[in-house]
């Protein structure tokens, strides 16, 4: 665990999230990889409005309290996100209370805007069509976004996706900073830099894709097929899964990662009571750089200066 700002001052966030994004499991086998994950011991799950699986996770907390698993939903913590289609001021407190309802809960414990980026178009859809892509306006979708904490809707705001530039710009005039940026990093994408300007400004850096999606349409296998990964893991006796989850847990930042596999999911958080050396750490520190979300690829049909520069800025590091 380790701790973010929120309403009620500093509060626990488990540094371990299970990622709920799929793109081969039904309702049936999210609500089921809740409450199994629950069993194994993740307090942490990370949905979104774009995911779809808002509504299964939310089935899955009530039978994981049906069955005594956990005695309330205090003990969980549930992030969700503002989609795209919602990222303009007035839209953002409709929008919380529409993923409140899939999830049938009173409150999230942090809601991030998924992208700084504008559909307009009513439903989620991706990828967005060229003509629907527009710019955010970050100080507008802020407020919105504060206004959700304010009201009690969430008790943390953070950001997604997210360059230090656009970040800097909401710390110009928030009167809640982002207490999360959610970004892509594995040891093929380390974002040191990020991770430096989160650290100064008490931003906790939380990665997804830590293992590069491996097997989902999103993703790629060359975090698990890394060379230098592979030796470690085999000198060691682990395997390049939890590898790359320790070296990411050194970093300092937390992580969601997703299994609907028992066997991965406890496999997923064995990664405590043994450590990566300089040696070892110096070895990946020098693997080569490659990003692999980009928002033109997937989320939009076509790049325009808008999604260009979103991308550009999110490629520094
Ligand atoms: P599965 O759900 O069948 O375990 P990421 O967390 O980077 O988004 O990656 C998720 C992908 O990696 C999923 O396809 C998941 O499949 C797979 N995965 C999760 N944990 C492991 C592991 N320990 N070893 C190999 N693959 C894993």
New binding site residues.
């Given amino acids: 665990e380790t701790t973010i700002s929120s309403s009620n001052g500093r509060r626990t966030i488990p540094l371990i999230g299970m990622?709920m994004?799929t793109d081969k499991e039904g309702s049936d086998k999210v609500k089921a990889a809740v409450l199994e994950a629950i069993k194994v011991g993740y307090r942490h799950f990370d949905t979104a409005a774009l995911y779809g699986t808002e509504t299964a996770v939310g089935e899955g907390i009530v039978e994981a309290l049906r069955q005594g698993l956990i005695k309330s939903r205090a003990e969980l913590f549930i992030t969700t996100k503002l989609w795209c289609n919602s990222a303009e001021g007035h839209l953002v407190l409709p929008a919380i209370k529409r993923s409140l309802q899939n999830l049938g809960l009173e409150y999230v414990d942090l809601y991030l805007v998924h992208w700084p980026l504008k559909q307009n178009q009513d439903e989620i859809k991706i990828p967005i069509p060229k003509e629907s892509i527009a710019a955010i306006n970050i100080k507008d979708v802020w407020e919105g976004m504060e206004k959700c904490q304010t009201l009690g809707l969430t008790k943390s705001i953070g950001v997604s996706n997210f360059a230090p530039r656009r970040i800097e710009e909401i710390l110009s005039f928030a009167k809640i900073p982002p207490a999360v940026n959610q970004v892509e990093m594995?040891p093929i994408w380390q974002q040191k830099k990020l991770n430096e300007f989160c650290k100064k400004n008490d931003i906790l850096l939380t990665a997804?894709?830590?293992?590069?999606?491996?097997?989902?349409i999103w993703?790629h296998n060359r975090?698990?097929e890394c060379d230098v990964l592979q030796d470690i893991a085999k000198y060691k006796g682990k395997?390049?899964?939890?590898i790359s989850l320790r070296w990411i847990y050194e970093q300092g930042v937390s992580f969601?990662?997703?299994?609907?596999?028992t066997k991965?999911m406890k496999?997923?958080l064995d990664i405590f009571d043994w450590s990566l050396t300089e040696e070892e750490l110096n070895k990946i520190s020098h693997i080569p750089q490659r990003k692999h979300i980009y928002l033109n690829g997937s989320v939009v049909t076509e790049p325009n200066d808008v999604t260009a520069e979103i991308d550009a800025d999110l490629s520094y590091q």
């Fill in positions: 990622g994004a594995n997804y894709s830590p293992l590069g999606a491996s097997g989902t993703g975090v698990l395997t390049v899964a939890q969601v990662v997703k299994s609907f596999n991965r496999q997923n």
